[in-house]
């Protein structure tokens, strides 16, 4: 792997990590899922592959945000407003 390119998988890495403190099955879990998907891939050495799967790393990444919030919406819209009976 060139140096850019580790460079990229060791930052996306870091940032899924630092995700996964909050995803909801838990951090052990995550954990455990993301070093398995890193280590099925790290034997790919082709430049144009790795960037296809640090493009999904990082769709991941927008996919993980997104569920965080909704989440964080859900727990305000709970706090703020009540249901109301119609709807």
Do not use: W
């Amino acid at each position: 792997m060139a140096n850019p390119l580790r460079a990229e998988v060791v930052t996306l890495y870091k940032n899924l990590l630092f995700l996964g403190r909050e995803y909801p099955k838990g951090e052990i879990y995550f954990k455990e899922r993301l070093r398995k998907a890193f280590l099925k891939n790290s034997h790919v050495t082709d430049p144009e592959k790795i960037r296809e799967l640090i493009a999904r790393g990082e769709f991941v990444i927008k996919e993980l945000e997104a569920l965080y919030f909704l989440r964080k919406y859900r727990a305000m819209k709970q706090r703020y407003y009540e249901d109301s009976p119609n709807a």
